[in-house]
């Protein structure tokens, strides 16, 4: 069985028990956003080697829940106090990145936040993301609403009737259609079912359960396809009837997406859908009955008027490597960068981290003889903004990451590294394959070596990336 083969059965795995269950969707890992290599790995992974490791998982998972466990739970009273004194009348739950996201105006809500204070909405944010523990950064800085899922003696009757009802209809769908799934696909979502991701879910329903919150209240999410933005639209239409939620979808839709496009479950689903560029206003169109509101980004960047070697930054070839979250594809990124600065010194190669992952950890990692060549005075590192290190690039090199968008709107050339570990569906221009370069090697690069200086972005290339991305438009914003 392939991996997409694979991929397609536990997303009917995963609507199937969804549809068995309306409860089941707390449990995580039924929302497959899309097919990665470590979660197809995972999938793929013998039902024997999952049932081995199974016991240390939960138990891993049961004891960081009980280190959550706490008298009294601070912030649940911080929020409470702020609604019952009606400051707040509107919220934002907003997608953590790293410490940086914080400081500065928000990444994804920034412009909307704005507009929601000039109307009196009184807005407030929570920070959400479950591969985050937050601790320390509470303490730290404890005016930030980091959302932090707390067990207390008030909340774990609820939490555990929640637990049972899932695990129950879990064991049942097993019994009843066992025959019809690979033993792993039960085994990865009993898992998920004990993991912290479930008790975060558990936690979000009851925190919207505990607030008093006023008349026709409107909140705001991104739109990703995360278990935690599901549970929020129900949660918020079972306690507060007449509120209304809006999901503001930033990310590109790939190909293969799933929990992003399964509209088929309308309690899981938003009252309104705000979309960034005019594909996805079609393509939302096409899967979801919702109103669909055309309403941009703010991540918009206009294409530049100059050719691509006149700005004084950047230099005659300057190569950008731009990987997603995910440490096998930075580490692969980066031994690719390092052995290109090795090998061309007359190529600038910049590479920088995405926010969730530390570039020190990443090269630590790259093999003893690679290492070296981060010294090269060619080679350079950057944490400063994605904006800045565009500004610097001719071509960039990407695998997954939908940054490379922004580069081609700044007629910055993209170069597909396709990696034996990261098959093509990953692509974000996989409509348009055709339009681009692709490398899966030192060798292929060699190829293209004597050609990088010709090479532009073709005008079909730059019209679908305007497709993608429309400026955000205040006017289209209503609430």
């Known amino acids: 069985m392939?991996?997409?083969?694979?991929?397609?059965?536990?997303?009917?795995?995963?609507?199937?028990?969804?549809?068995?269950?309306?409860?089941?969707?707390?449990?995580?890992?039924?929302?497959?956003?899309?097919?990665?290599?470590?979660?197809?790995?995972?999938?793929?992974?013998?039902?024997?080697?999952?049932?081995?490791?199974?016991?240390?998982?939960?138990?891993?998972?049961?004891?960081?829940?009980?280190?959550?466990?706490?008298?009294?739970d601070a912030n649940l009273q911080s929020m409470r106090d702020r609604f019952t004194n009606n400051s707040v009348s509107s919220l934002i739950f907003s997608h953590f990145i790293n410490l940086d996201h914080l400081q500065q105006d928000d990444f994804y809500f920034s412009p909307l936040f704005t507009e929601l204070v000039k109307r009196g909405r009184n807005p407030d944010?929570?920070?959400?993301?479950?591969?985050?523990?937050?601790?320390?950064?509470?303490?730290?800085?404890?005016?930030?609403?980091?959302?932090?899922?707390?067990?207390?003696?008030?909340?774990?009757?609820?939490?555990?009737?929640?637990?049972?009802?899932?695990?129950?209809s879990l064991v049942s769908f097993y019994f009843h259609y066992r025959s019809s799934y690979p033993l792993s696909f039960f085994i990865v979502s009993l898992k998920s079912l004990f993991s912290v991701s479930f008790f975060y879910n558990f936690y979000l329903k009851y925190?919207?359960?505990?607030?008093?919150?006023?008349?026709?209240?409107?909140?705001?999410?991104?739109?990703?396809?995360?278990?935690?933005?599901?549970v929020l639209f129900?949660?918020?239409?079972?306690?507060?009837?007449?509120?209304?939620?809006?999901?503001?979808?930033?990310t590109l839709v790939f190909d293969n997406n799933h929990s992003l496009l399964r509209s088929s479950f309308s309690y899981l689903n938003p009252d309104f859908i705000f979309v960034s560029g005019f594909a996805q206003f079609n393509m939302f169109k096409k899967f979801y009955t919702c109103p669909v509101h055309l309403v941009g980004t703010h991540k918009y960047s206009y294409p530049s008027p100059f050719n691509k070697n006149t700005l004084f930054e950047r230099k005659k070839i300057s190569i950008?490597?731009?990987?997603?979250?995910?440490?096998?594809?930075?580490?692969?990124?980066?031994?690719?960068?390092?052995?290109?600065a090795s090998i061309y010194p007359d190529i600038q190669i910049i590479f920088r981290t995405h926010p969730l992952i530390s570039y020190i950890d990443v090269l630590s990692k790259v093999p003893h003889q690679n290492k070296p060549f981060s010294s090269l005075p060619n080679f350079n590192y950057h944490s400063c903004t994605l904006g800045e290190s565009l500004k610097f690039s001719t071509i960039a090199i990407y695998s997954g990451s939908t940054a490379v968008l922004?580069?081609?709107?700044?007629?910055?050339?993209?170069?597909?590294?396709?990696?034996?570990?990261?098959?093509?569906?990953?692509?974000?221009?996989?409509?348009?394959?055709s339009e681009r370069l692709s490398i899966s090697s030192l060798e292929d690069f060699a190829h293209i070596y004597l050609s990088l200086e010709s090479l532009t972005v073709s005008d079909t290339l730059k019209s679908h990336v305007q497709s993608l991305k429309s400026p955000f438009d205040v006017s289209t914003l209503f609430f």
Do not use: M
Request: some cysteine; proline content about 7%.
């Open 234 to 250: 129900h949660a918020f239409r079972s306690y507060h009837h007449s509120s209304l939620g809006y999901a503001y979808q930033h």
């Open 406 to 433: 922004e580069a081609i709107q700044l007629g910055i050339v993209p170069i597909y590294f396709l990696s034996k570990n990261h098959p093509s569906y990953i692509d974000p221009l996989w409509q348009l394959q």
């Open 125 to 168: 944010i929570i920070y959400i993301s479950p591969q985050h523990d937050f601790p320390n950064l509470i303490k730290t800085y404890s005016s930030l609403n980091l959302f932090y899922p707390i067990l207390t003696p008030f909340n774990i009757i609820p939490y555990l009737k929640l637990f049972s009802t899932s695990l129950l």
């Open 320 to 340: 950008l490597f731009l990987p997603q979250g995910i440490h096998e594809e930075c580490l692969e990124h980066l031994n690719l960068a390092l052995r290109l």
């Open 207 to 230: 925190l919207i359960f505990c607030l008093n919150l006023p008349k026709n209240f409107i909140y705001f999410t991104t739109f990703e396809g995360h278990s935690w933005e599901r």
């Open 2 to 72: 392939t991996k997409f083969v694979l991929w397609r059965q536990f997303c009917s795995f995963s609507d199937h028990l969804l549809a068995y269950n309306n409860l089941a969707f707390y449990i995580p890992e039924l929302h497959p956003c899309r097919p990665t290599k470590s979660f197809l790995t995972y999938l793929e992974s013998s039902s024997f080697k999952l049932l081995v490791f199974l016991p240390i998982n939960i138990f891993t998972n049961i004891v960081r829940i009980l280190l959550r466990f706490k008298l009294f």
